[in-house]
Each structure stands twice: as structure tokens, then as C-alpha cells.
């Protein structure tokens, strides 16, 4: 019963979707709560790269069905048609998004298509998110919002609004940090209580650690989120590969080399879960 | 074996592939047509309703435990079958948010699969060549340009602007009456000199098939309006069509109703406005 959105601050490239679909997939597996990631992209196909692989055209011509001409009853395409005649309940947001593991991660897809007439689609239909996040919202325990650059400013401002806990990604550099802490104490589109700063494709061995940017550059005690790069990560998402690595992952020992990242997004997800239960307590969600 | 076997078997195995090829081959245009031949007749609205048609029968009776679907995909492709059956059904009903969703879906059919665009869509209704247009087509156009304005006060705003409501004679008839004429509507269309995109192009030919499909014909979207009632060919004959009949014999009389030369009681809609 919480929405969360990963939104990119900075102009720096953070990899953002990655870490959505990261902290998606862990927190699915780990716990027993229904997520749906709920992808804001046009043309972006991260998302669904990393959980599927496309399949090749088959050669023998009989077997081939040709339909890409097909109208799309799935994602937001799909949804968008039932929103538009205003028969949109919780469930119906269910019916139009992709399983990846039952009852555990479900993603509603962008859309996609380069001409002209699906530009205009996009910027009609990215307003109807606000909407699908509160009804999706309904359903699912966790929803998972990868905020795309190519949202329009009002409607970006307004996802915002309406998301319990924003994961602000921003990149190892001293004055990305900086400019998303002020825009946190502005206390305007950001605020202490539902951000969560975290460092996209972070690197440990450097003077700019998570430890001395905490410590020097925030001057706070609880030490600032990371995601760490992890090159495991970078390869599954474009085989469709994410939910085996994970499997892989849940045996992995203190030792290992990518423990480290499992264990930055558990951390991750006990501060956002921390700052829910106060939120909750607060009566604010 | 033999030589002549062994011919024999290959030429019965290259019989029976070729059977299995276009029976496979049938069996997949049978259900979608992907490929269409496009010619002058393609993009009328004949054409058009009869593609509506075909696909939504093809998309609510495709039997889904022929995909080989997960038990949780069966189910929610059932629910969103079920909800279409269940839309196509309640706008012959009139619900207004069904009638909606079933309008969507043939926006979406007809721009994504038939392929109408801008170059074709006035084969539909001629939108390029105003003096081609009808009165249907003008007055079709004119409510669909107030209701994107006005909503379901279009009918209202539009007699309101226009003074349509005042009492006057017409040609033939020696009593003043409440009626809108195409005179009128003609005269309406110049005065707005409305401009459309090709989305607003395109749902005006979608409502069209669509009354023509599943809704309630010319009346489909006046009956929506917020007015106190619509009536069409039961609240009597109008004057002139007793004295036309009158004046000339039975037979000669049907065939000058079949080609719709004098006016008949069905041919005007009552629109009720309670004051």
C-alpha cells in the first residue's frame, strides 16, 4: 500500500530504470507483497529487456504470425482505452499489466512506436498516470514508479505529489549531491520526510564514498542509499536475465563480490520501509 | 524397395505437406486478415462497418485456451473478453461509458489496424470538399464540435447560439412550427467555419459507424444530450404528408416514399425540452 518513484534529479545519467527494476525484482522475491513496476517511458525498452528475451522470427513462413499491426490490448496502451471511458477500477489496472513472478512482480509497460501519431499518444496518455498509480495502488502492496525524463513538467510534478516515498537518484558527483540536498530543504517538490537520496551506479573506492559524502558534503549521520554498479546487473538486463540472477543472488555469501550490492538495496529498502511506517504513523498515507 | 517405392512415397509426402501447408495457411487468414487490398471502395463507411464488425466478433469469440496461456493470463484475458462482451452489450442500452469504450476501441482498430489516415479518411465523409458534405455529415460535425466545447450541453448551446428555437413557417406548411431545418444546419456549418484535425476527422467517422453499428442511428447522439426526451416516427404524420397523399394516387405515392421524395413521419426526430 505504498507508491514509490525513482526519479532522476540531476542531468547525469544514474540509471535509474536499472535500479527500479533492481529494487522491484529484490524486494518481490525477498518479500511476500504483490509489486508492480509501472514503467513512464516511450520507446524505452529496459524494462522489458530485462525480464524477457524477444523472441527471433521464425523463418518457416506458416508459422509466423504476422501481427504487428495489431492494436495493443496490453499496457498502458490497452489501459489507457478503458481510462478514457472511465471503467477503470483497481482491477482492471491488474488486467493490463505483464506477470513476471505471480502474485509477486507485475510491470505495466510504456508504450512504443516512432511515428508521429504515438508522440502525441505519449503526451496525452503520460497524464493518465497519476490515476493508474492511485488505483494500481489499491491492488498491489508495493507500486514502483520509474519517472521518465520525457515527462511533461506538471504532470512529472504531479507523480511526485502523489508518490508516498521519492527515491531521488543522483550520481557520486559533489554538486549533483549538493543541488538535490537544497531542493530537499526548499521543502517544495522534495522533503525530508518522503525522500530517500541514493546514489545510482555508485563506486566504494573512491574519496567520494557514500561515508565522507555523508559525513562531509550532507553532514548527516545516517549514511546516504547507494546502488552500487554491478556488472551481473548490466548483463541480465539485456538478456532478460534479472529473476535468474536473483535466484543466483539469494545464495550468495557475505564474501562475495556482489553481496554488497543485495546488501545496499536491502538497506535501501529498510529506509524507505522506516519512513513509510512514519508516515503511516503520522497519518499521512 | 524399389525405384518406383521410393518415388511413390516421396510424391505422397510431398502431397500430404502441401496439404498441411495450406490447411496451416487457411486456418491463419481465416482468423486475422493482416493483408488487405486496398481499392476505391476500402475506406467508405460501408467497408469500414463491415471490418468493425469482423473484428470485434473476432476478438470476443477467439477460444483462449487455444494460446496456451498461464492460468493467471487466462484469467485476466477472460476478465478484459468479458468486459468488451459486456460493453458491447450495454451500449445497445445506451450506457454511456460503454458506448465510449466500444468508440475507443474502433478509434484504435480503424487507425492502428485498418489504416486510415489523413489521405484516405475523406473517402468516409468528404471532409476536404464542403458542398459534398450532407446535412448528416455537416450537423454530425457541428455536434462534435460543440459537445468537445460544451459536453452534453452541445444540442442546447448550439439551438440556444442559433436561435433554433423560435417559432416559424416553412415551405408547405401553412401553420408556424419548432423545427430545424437543413437549411438551417447548412447555414450553421458556413457561419462556424470549424477547422478539424484528423483525430477529430477520425471520430467523427468512428460515432458514425458506431450508430450505424451499435447505437441508435442519427439520433445516437442527441439522445445523450441533457434534453427531456427524443422522439422519432410515432407522434403522428406531419400535415403536408396527408395532403400529398391526397392529392396523389397510392402507388405512384409509395414509390416516391421509397426514394425518400416526400417527407415521412420517421424522417424528423421530436427533441423534447421541458421549460
Same mark, same amino acid.
Do not use: A, P, Q
Given at each position: 500500500m505504498s507508491i514509490i518513484t525513482f526519479w @532522476? $534529479? =540531476? #542531468? !547525469? #545519467?544514474?540509471g535509474t530504470t536499472t535500479s527500479s527494476i533492481a529494487f522491484a525484482t529484490q524486494v518481490a522475491i525477498e518479500h511476500n507483497i504483490r509489486v508492480l513496476l509501472i514503467s513512464t517511458s516511450l520507446n524505452d525498452s529496459t524494462i522489458k529487456d530485462s525480464f524477457w528475451q524477444e523472441s527471433k522470427k521464425k /523463418? &518457416? $513462413?506458416? &508459422? =509466423? !504470425? @504476422? %501481427? /504487428?499491426?495489431m492494436i495493443e490490448n496490453n499496457g498502458l496502451e490497452g489501459l489507457d482505452r478503458v481510462i478514457r471511458s472511465n471503467k477503470v477500477t483497481p482491477e482492471a489496472v491488474r488486467d493490463y499489466t505483464k506477470i513476471v513472478l505471480k502474485n509477486r512482480l507485475e510491470i505495466l509497460l510504456g508504450l512504443e512506436g516512432t511515428d508521429e501519431a504515438m508522440q502525441k499518444q505519449y503526451m496525452i496518455m503520460q497524464e493518465k498516470y497519476p490515476q493508474i498509480m492511485e488505483l494500481a495502488d489499491h491492488y498491489y502492496d508495493m507500486v514502483i514508479v520509474d519517472l521518465d525524463k520525457k515527462i511533461k513538467n506538471a504532470t512529472r510534478l504531479e507523480i511526485l505529489k502523489k508518490s508516498h516515498i521519492v527515491v531521488t537518484m543522483v550520481s557520486q558527483k559533489a554538486k549533483s549531491i549538493q543541488k538535490i540536498n537544497e531542493l530537499i530543504k526548499q521543502n517544495d517538490i522534495l522533503n525530508e520526510e518522503n525522500t530517500v537520496m541514493t546514489i545510482g551506479k555508485y563506486m566504494d573506492n573512491t574519496r567520494y564514498n557514500a561515508k565522507n559524502i555523508t559525513r562531509n558534503?550532507?553532514?548527516? %549521520?545516517d549514511i546516504i542509499n547507494t546502488i552500487p554498479y554491478n556488472n551481473l546487473l548490466f548483463e541480465a538486463t539485456q538478456e532478460g536475465k534479472i529473476i535468474d540472477l536473483y535466484f543466483n543472488f539469494i545464495r550468495l555469501r557475505e564474501k562475495d563480490e556482489n553481496y554488497y550490492f543485495v546488501k545496499e538495496i536491502k538497506r535501501l529498502y529498510a529506509n524507505i520501509k522506516g519512513k513509510i511506517e512514519i508516515l503511516q504513523m503520522e497519518r499521512k498515507i | 524397395m524399389t525405384i518406383s517405392n521410393v518415388i511413390l512415397i516421396m510424391v505422397v509426402m510431398w502431397i500430404a505437406a502441401l496439404i498441411i501447408y495450406f490447411h496451416i495457411k487457411s486456418k491463419k487468414n481465416a482468423e486475422v486478415i493482416t493483408k488487405m487490398d486496398v481499392d476505391d471502395q476500402t475506406y467508405t463507411l460501408g467497408q469500414m462497418i463491415e471490418f468493425v464488425k469482423r473484428r470485434l466478433d473476432e476478438i470476443t469469440k477467439i477460444n483462449l485456451y487455444d494460446i496456451g496461456l498461464s492460468e493467471e493470463e487466462l484469467k485476466r484475458r477472460k476478465s478484459k473478453k468479458y468486459e468488451l462482451k459486456k460493453a458491447l452489450k450495454g451500449c445497445t442500452y445506451g450506457d454511456v461509458n460503454d458506448k465510449k469504450y466500444v468508440k475507443e476501441l474502433i478509434y484504435d482498430l480503424l487507425a492502428k489496424e485498418y489504416g486510415v489516415t489523413e489521405m484516405n479518411i475523406s473517402k468516409a465523409i468528404p471532409f476536404d470538399i464542403p458542398s459534398l458534405l450532407t446535412s448528416q455529415d455537416k450537423f454530425d460535425i457541428l455536434i462534435y464540435m460543440y459537445k468537445k466545447e460544451f459536453g452534453y450541453e452541445a444540442l442546447s448551446e448550439m439551438i440556444r447560439k442559433y436561435k433554433l428555437d423560435e417559432f416559424k413557417y416553412i415551405q408547405g406548411e401553412t401553420k408556424p412550427c419548432y423545427v430545424i431545418t437543413e437549411d438551417e444546419i447548412n447555414d450553421i456549418f458556413e457561419e462556424e467555419n470549424v477547422e478539424l484535425t484528423f483525430a477529430d476527422k477520425l471520430n467523427i467517422v468512428v460515432q458514425r459507424i458506431y450508430q450505424q453499428y451499435k447505437g441508435y442511428s442519427s439520433i445516437d447522439e442527441i439522445r445523450d444530450m441533457n434534453i427531456d426526451g427524443v422522439s422519432g416516427g410515432v407522434s403522428g404524420l406531419p400535415e403536408s404528408f396527408i395532403s400529398q397523399v391526397a392529392q396523389t394516387d397510392s402507388a405512384d405515392y409509395l414509390s416516391q416514399i421509397e426514394e425518400h421524395k416526400v417527407q415521412r413521419a420517421c424522417d424528423s426526430i421530436w427533441i423534447m425540452f421541458h421549460r
Open positions: @532522476n $534529479g =540531476t #542531468e !547525469d #545519467e544514474v /523463418s &518457416f $513462413g506458416i &508459422f =509466423t !504470425d @504476422n %501481427r /504487428s499491426k558534503l550532507l553532514k548527516k %549521520r | -
